[in-house]
């Protein structure tokens, strides 16, 4: 039987436990990106490699991407016409859908649509090398898997992102003109034009800064959960889940922060 | 005087969590010679050879390479060590992602810098040595059987012309037929490399044709050593069970 005193420390130990574990877990994650990043900065680097992710990472995302952008900006500026008309926002509607897309909406859907595209498919397909042995074999081969497996996918996302999202503020930008055209029947040209004139270098470059650190999010939680999958099929799968589930959690949270790094009065 | 053994294991110990795996684990061999370690499953036969490969790290004593320990080497100076060492792996452990002659040539492209042309040209060499048509150099490991893959993983051992070999469970999952041409290419290629090797197997069939000698491991030591052909006159009470499959008088 257990003791008062086992009783009364119990739920104190299991909490101890808990931040151990999870203390162990981010100082995992800080080792591997300090390992991948020193790995993507310092060559021996594979130009193939880095190619072949650009394009999975960044060209056959533009599809996904593109579609999102435009729906996001085109919602927008319905909400906007909808429920803004109250305070006669709908006068603005170019300028709140600019400001909306390219500062906040373009990164972060980007971003989200990426980590289920993407992280999970560098988890699965990591994780389903680790589980054949085939990252031991590239070892054996004298060859470095951090070199030729991770940093590739961390340099194509950290670059990729940036790009996609500049795409995505556009075809956002768009889908937010099309619909003030067939809403309020504002003319596209004036539209461009209040669009480009209201919003300011730092509101794109703003958020084309948070998507390279998002895309760096997605590449790591992607690599790291490939890497440490243990437990043939099952493992993988639970990694892919793992890998999309928390590169979408820091991508939010790094969102807060960083918005809050640049808000500025 | 004595010749320093090719590679050799030195006291080493290995557990996981509570279960100890290897206890005080010496094993040596010689230059040119073909080492069989039979063992139960579970005795740690793939354990003893990832920590010669570095692939693991012992928890005690030492693995020397040509009489080098690389047991604390730096993972680059490892590497580079790997340039002599071919290994086999037990599912071949081919990269699904490459067609077959860029995985026979892998270590040539990314770790030799030899150029992709003459890459390939060696790719196709080798896989000609283990029997595999020029064809099959642009299939994908996925396009392959089983016994086919065995072979690619064989060429992509040999390529590089290693003086230490690794083969693990080089038979497993193949028909008798297969198996038996998947024995004999290793023991060719062996002996015409000149190379030592170490091979993992469960099959006694397999253990006669690819090794000189054969060790058996269980807990976590050594219990028998002897010629291949001393098998059948050993009188450890393991190894005659393993010899008959019969299950073990405990």
């Given at each position: 039987?257990?003791?008062?005193?086992?009783?009364?420390?119990?739920?104190?130990a299991?909490l101890?436990?808990?931040?151990?574990?999870?203390?162990?877990?981010?100082?995992?994650v800080?080792?591997?990106?300090?390992?991948?990043?020193?790995?993507a900065?310092?060559?021996p680097?594979?130009?193939?490699q880095i190619?072949?992710q650009?394009?999975?990472v960044?060209?056959?995302?533009l599809?996904?991407?593109?579609?999102?952008?435009?729906?996001?900006?085109?919602?927008?500026?319905?909400?906007?016409?909808?429920?803004?008309?109250?305070?006669?926002?709908s006068?603005?509607?170019p300028?709140?859908?600019?400001?909306?897309i390219?500062r906040?909406?373009?990164?972060?859907?980007?971003?989200?649509?990426?980590?289920?595209?993407v992280?999970?498919?560098?988890?699965?397909?990591?994780g389903?090398?680790?589980?054949?042995?085939?990252?031991?074999?590239m070892?054996?081969?004298?060859?470095?898997?951090?070199?030729?497996l991770?940093?590739?996918?961390?340099?194509?996302?950290?670059?990729?992102?940036?790009?996609?999202?500049?795409?995505?503020?556009?075809?956002?930008i768009?889908?937010?003109?099309?619909?003030?055209?067939?809403?309020?029947?504002?003319?596209?040209?004036?539209?461009?034009?209040n669009t480009?004139d209201?919003?300011?270098?730092?509101?794109?470059e703003?958020?084309?800064i948070?998507?390279?650190?998002?895309?760096?999010?997605?590449?790591l939680?992607?690599?790291?959960h490939?890497?440490?999958a243990?437990?043939?099929?099952?493992?993988?799968?639970?990694?892919t889940?793992s890998?999309?589930v928390?590169?979408?959690?820091?991508?939010?949270?790094?969102?807060?922060l960083?918005?809050s790094v640049?808000?500025?009065? | 005087?004595?010749?320093?053994?090719?590679?050799?294991?030195?006291g080493?110990s290995k557990?996981?969590?509570?279960?100890?795996?290897?206890?005080?684990?010496?094993l040596?061999?010689?230059?040119?010679?073909?080492?069989?370690?039979?063992?139960?499953?579970?005795q740690?036969?793939?354990?003893?050879?990832?920590?010669a490969?570095?692939?693991?790290?012992?928890?005690?004593?030492?693995?020397?390479?040509?009489?080098?320990?690389?047991?604390?080497?730096?993972?680059?100076?490892?590497?580079?060590?790997?340039?002599?060492?071919?290994?086999?792996?037990?599912?071949?452990?081919l990269?699904?992602?490459?067609?077959?002659?860029?995985?026979?040539?892998?270590?040539?492209i990314?770790?030799?810098?030899v150029?992709?042309?003459?890459?390939r040209?060696?790719?196709?060499?080798?896989?000609?040595?283990?029997?595999l048509?020029?064809?099959?150099?642009?299939?994908?490991?996925?396009?392959?059987?089983?016994?086919?893959?065995?072979?690619?993983g064989?060429?992509?051992?040999?390529?590089?012309?290693?003086?230490l070999?690794?083969?693990?469970?080089?038979?497993?999952?193949?028909d008798?037929?297969?198996?038996?041409?998947?024995?004999?290419?290793i023991?060719?290629?062996?002996?015409s490399?000149?190379c030592t090797?170490?091979?993992?197997?469960h099959?006694?069939?397999?253990a006669?044709?690819?090794?000189d000698?054969?060790?058996?491991?269980?807990?976590?030591?050594?219990?028998?050593?002897?010629?291949?052909?001393?098998?059948?006159?050993?009188?450890?009470p393991?190894?005659?069970?393993?010899i008959?499959?019969?299950p073990l008088?405990?």
């Open positions: 039987m257990a003791s008062l005193s086992q009783v009364l420390l119990g739920p104190v299991a101890g436990r808990a931040t151990r574990d999870a203390l162990a877990s981010v100082g995992r800080a080792r591997f990106a300090g390992q991948g990043i020193a790995a900065l310092t060559p680097w594979y130009p193939r190619l072949s650009f394009l999975s960044g060209f056959y995302s599809p996904v991407v593109g579609l999102t952008a435009w729906f996001t900006g085109a919602a927008l500026a319905l909400n906007i016409y909808s429920g803004g008309d109250r305070f006669n926002a006068t603005v509607m300028q709140i859908v600019a400001l909306g390219t906040e909406l373009g990164p972060v859907l980007a971003a989200l649509m990426l980590a289920g595209r992280a999970s498919a560098m988890a699965s397909e990591i389903a090398m680790r589980a054949t042995e085939q990252v031991d074999a070892v054996t081969l004298s060859t470095d898997p951090r070199r030729y991770i940093a590739p996918r961390l340099i194509a996302a950290t670059i990729s992102l940036p790009l996609l999202t500049l795409i995505t503020d556009i075809i956002g768009a889908g937010g003109m099309q619909v003030s055209h067939y809403l309020i029947d504002l003319a596209p040209g004036i539209y461009v034009t480009v209201f919003i300011t270098a730092w509101d794109v703003s958020g084309l948070k998507a390279a650190v998002f895309g760096f999010i997605i590449g939680m992607g690599c790291f490939g890497d440490n243990k437990g043939g099929a099952r493992g993988v799968g639970r990694a889940t890998a999309m928390s590169a979408a959690v820091l991508i939010l949270a790094s969102d807060y960083l918005t640049f808000a500025r009065p | 005087m004595s010749v320093m053994n090719k590679l050799e294991w030195r080493v557990q996981f969590g509570a279960q100890k795996v290897l206890d005080g684990l010496d040596a061999v010689a230059p040119g010679r073909s080492l069989a370690l039979l063992g139960r499953s579970g740690g036969k793939s354990v003893t050879i990832k920590l490969l570095g692939l693991m790290q012992a928890d005690a004593g030492e693995v020397l390479l040509d009489g080098v320990d690389v047991t604390h080497l730096p993972a680059r100076e490892r590497r580079a060590s790997f340039a002599s060492i071919g290994m086999l792996f037990q599912g071949g452990a990269f699904d992602s490459l067609p077959v002659w860029e995985n026979v040539a892998f270590r040539l990314n770790a030799d810098g150029g992709r042309r003459e890459a040209e060696r790719a196709v060499e080798a896989l000609a040595l283990v029997k048509a020029p064809d099959v150099a642009d299939r994908y490991p996925s396009e392959l059987s089983g016994g086919m893959q065995k072979r690619a064989l060429a992509r051992a040999i390529v590089g012309s290693p003086s070999l690794f083969f693990d469970e080089p038979t497993t999952g193949l008798p037929i297969t198996a038996g041409a998947i024995n004999e290419l023991r060719d290629r062996v002996t490399l000149g090797a170490v091979s993992i197997t099959d006694m069939v397999s006669r044709v690819i090794a000698e054969v060790a058996m491991l269980d807990g976590g030591r050594i219990v028998w050593r002897g010629s291949a052909g001393d098998l059948d006159h050993a009188d450890h393991l190894v005659r069970a393993f008959r499959g019969e008088e405990e």
